[in-house]
């Protein structure tokens, strides 16, 4: 049955499909080196905790890989870059500083929600413009529950869920329109939303906002940056994870199916109203844990901070990223932190006509979506892969590998 | 026994009487094949019977049972799956993801399921993974896993269309023009599956063709249409002597009516 490259059909349900041993052992060195490095150029003197808690953690990336691997040795390559990945980003809170540490925080939030719109979009291709209501969503249920005295096993989940009921009640107009008509009912609803909570003083403070404290967790209180940032990080992780299982199960084909071919998709047996409440049900519940999260960093909220703008951020967030893969949130993300401070930092050095020009991040940002939908409709993730496959095939790379072929017209696809 | 039973089927689009008062049966474990010239309706008739188009009138009864009213998304539980003329295929996913969306109407866990992927989760996944791979076998799909649709040429890709509507373990199977745009071997290896499909799986096949050696060489019965009706039915032989089906193809758009 399988003769070349695989052995069994497991390996097709695995969050890591295709693997090899060879980087496995590269990889220790690797892992050696970083330690070592940490000793040397850690900005605070590492105190016997810390060795122990770095410990702990290699021993379990490690034991992550041993495990993933089967009798032949495979599945260890990519989880041992995610190990690798997972050890980068738990030691940040030593080497890294105050300033760095909080935008990577951010990073994290956005990829959060980052996840759930590629899984909207990417994935189901069904578009919306209002992600940033379920951001607030989130965000005002963790603020309010919170000012209630319940901690965030009660804040988060309550968060998600209510996030996800906004998400139906949005999602609903999907059942009947396509592109750019979903695009203006979502915003449309996204800006009752902000109105709704600018114009209900009473609850949410108006437009005065609403101030949050330091979240806490069965009395364990997230009172320092580095806290907040595992905090964030686990929960990306935690995110990252439900995509990834979403993506390998049926209810990711199904939206990929709707995505590609809604006819052939009912003719499978896809009802297409409860999959594509379903995935604005996910995907804003993840939005709505981004922005709970989101709220305790900051610790003031008000509908300013919810605009279209957050949405669109959103959106530059999911087509920069890479609308094919979950993991391009992350890149995705760190553009749109990263891509403000960059122009501001260069604004100075602009001539005042231009640098002093109204909008300016609007229209770059903009800019940047338009070029990547033209010259890179895959994304940071698409050229990534691009480059991998550049060097794995070197001598024998084609220049038409990645070229889609054109298809017949779709008016004639019923027929 | 009849197992999909067309009565009085009927569909107007605006002025077009695209489909026109069509009766037929198909019995279980045959191969009925549908012929006519293009625009004859026969792609409306699976449309209709996949319940994409709703009937002007007429009833559509599955194993007895009535299925009219169904929703499009119910047909393929019931166990009627279907192939497109031009290929409905999910372009931007692999060949395994396009077969697994084959076995979605047998699915038993739910999107919250999902999220997580526990035990049960796998466990039905691995299942529709075995029972698709005994179809990539069927069908010597195997070098193809894992390529995404979009980069597979347009023969191939109209045998994982086949092996899609396979993998819903259909109890019949509505083939539209299985031949088209195939070469010489690819329509004869369509050929072969098709008989194997009756023979070796035991599913009851509906097909619209236009290569009369393929439809002489699998068909049980034909029946031929034309302008939305029936002109004849019977073996192979039998239609195409018929002075009606002769007239319909080799007479173009002569604007006599038929005999009623
Ligand atoms: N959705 C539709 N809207 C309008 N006219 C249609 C539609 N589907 C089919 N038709 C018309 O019905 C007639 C039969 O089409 P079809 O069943 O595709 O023919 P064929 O026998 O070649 O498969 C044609 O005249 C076609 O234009
Ligand atoms: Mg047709």
């Given amino acids: 049955m399988r003769f070349l490259f695989k052995t069994d059909y497991a390996q097709d349900t695995r969050l890591f499909p295709f693997g090899g041993t060879k980087r496995f052992w590269s990889g220790l060195a690797l892992y050696a080196a970083i330690l070592v490095a940490l000793a040397h150029y850690a900005p605070v003197a590492l105190t016997s905790t810390h060795w122990l808690g770095l410990a702990i953690v290699y021993a379990v990336a490690f034991g992550a890989v041993l495990l993933r691997q089967n009798a032949d040795g495979e599945g260890g390559h990519a989880a041992f870059w995610y190990g690798l990945l997972g050890v980068a980003a738990l030691s940040a809170p030593f080497v890294l500083d105050l300033y760095f540490l909080s935008q990577i925080t951010f990073v994290y939030v956005y990829a959060i929600a980052g996840v759930g719109l590629i899984l909207l979009l990417g994935m189901c291709g069904q578009i919306s413009l209002g992600h940033a209501a379920f951001m607030a969503c989130g965000a005002y249920t963790a603020a309010l529950l919170q000012a209630q005295g319940f901690d965030l096993l009660v804040t988060l989940p309550a968060a998600i869920l209510l996030s996800a009921l906004l998400g139906v009640v949005i999602g609903l107009p999907a059942l009947r329109m396509t592109g750019i008509y979903l695009a203006f009912a979502t915003y449309a609803f996204a800006f009752i939303v902000e109105e709704v909570l600018a114009r209900w003083d009473g609850l949410t403070g108006g437009n005065m906002g609403f101030v949050l404290s330091d979240p806490s967790i069965l009395g364990y209180t997230f009172d320092s940056e580095q806290k907040m940032y595992y905090l964030a990080m686990v929960l990306f992780a935690l995110t990252l994870l439900a995509g990834l299982n979403i993506r390998r199960s049926s209810t990711g084909r199904a939206f990929m199916a709707i995505r590609d071919s809604e006819t052939a998709a009912e003719a499978m047996g896809v009802n297409l109203a409860v999959y594509k409440t379903t995935a604005f049900a996910i995907s804003a519940g993840m939005a709505g844990l981004a922005g709970a999260v989101y709220a305790h960093l900051l610790f003031f909220i008000s509908p300013e901070g919810f605009t279209i703008l957050l949405s669109i951020n959103l959106l530059v967030l999911a087509v920069i990223g890479g609308l094919a893969s979950m993991h391009g949130a992350i890149f995705g993300a760190a553009f749109i932190v990263v891509l403000p401070q960059l122009i501001s930092l260069t604004k100075d050095s602009l001539p005042p006509v231009v640098g002093q020009l109204p909008g300016l991040e609007s229209g770059i940002f903009g800019l940047v979506i338009i070029l990547f939908v033209i010259l890179e409709p895959m994304g940071l993730h698409g050229r990534w892969m691009k480059i991998k496959t550049y060097f794995q095939l070197f001598p024998l790379y084609k220049r038409g590998t990645f070229r889609r072929q054109k298809s017949y017209m779709v008016s004639e696809k019923n027929r | ?260």
């Fill in chain 2, 1 to 260: 026994m009849t197992l999909l039973e067309v009565e009085n089927l009927a569909v107007h689009f605006g002025g077009i009487k695209a489909v026109d008062g069509v009766s037929f049966g198909v019995d279980k474990g045959e191969i009925f094949t549908i012929i006519g010239p293009n625009g004859a309706g026969k792609s409306t008739i699976f449309n209709l019977v996949s319940r994409i188009y709703q009937p002007t009138s007429g009833r559509i009864r599955f194993e007895g049972k009535d299925i009219t009213g169904l929703p499009a998304h119910r047909i393929a539980g019931l166990g009627i799956a279907r192939t497109f003329q031009n290929i409905e295929l999910f372009d931007m996913a692999t060949v395994l993801d396009n077969m697994m969306l084959g076995r979605h109407a047998h699915r038993r866990t739910g999107p919250f399921a999902h999220l997580f992927f526990g035990p049960a989760t796998r466990a039905e996944e691995l299942a529709h993974r075995r029972k698709i791979e005994e179809v990539i076998d069927f069908l010597d799909l195997q070098h193809y896993r894992d390529q995404m649709i979009a980069n597979l040429p347009y023969g191939v890709r109209k045998v994982v269309e086949l092996g899609r509507a396979l993998c819903t373990e259909p109890k019949i199977l509505l083939l539209d023009e299985p031949s088209s745009g195939l070469n010489v071997e690819e329509t004869e290896d369509m050929s072969f599956w098709i008989s194997d499909i009756k023979n070796i799986l035991g599913i009851t096949v509906i097909m619209v063709e236009h290569d009369m050696n393929l439809v002489n060489e699998v068909s049980d019965r034909v029946l031929a249409l034309n302008y939305g009706r029936v002109i004849a039915t019977g073996t192979p032989a039998e239609v195409q002597a018929h002075p009606e089906v002769i007239r319909a193809y080799l007479g173009g758009d002569d604007t006599e009516t038929e005999a009623a």
